[in-house]
């Protein structure tokens, strides 16, 4: 999901979970820059939607990680999400 304030997305865990349970999932993000920020910790759901300042046309990617008692996992693939812009006019 993406719109002009919002970018939303889900994910399911990766196929170990080292043996212990998932406590949460941080997720960080990147505007194209190579800077990854990271935007959330202690997420309890495989969902998450962001109220980052968005800049329409820019490609944000996401990462996520879960967290249990041993600490956090490596990072997820990274999702690219296009945020919205309003469609050029038809030719």
Known sequence: ???????GFNWEDGA????SPIIN??????????????????????TYTTTIPL???ITYSFYVQ????????????TIAILAA???DAPV
């Open 1 to 7: 999901m993406t719109s002009n304030f919002l970018i």
């Open 16 to 19: 170990s979970l080292g043996g």
């Open 25 to 46: 999932y941080q997720i960080s993000y990147d505007q194209g820059n190579n800077n990854w920020i990271v935007l959330a910790t202690g997420v309890t759901t495989k």
């Open 55 to 57: 800049v329409a046309g």
């Open 66 to 77: 879960s967290r249990n008692v041993v600490g956090l996992s490596i990072y997820s693939q």
């Open 85 to 87: 812009r309003i469609p």
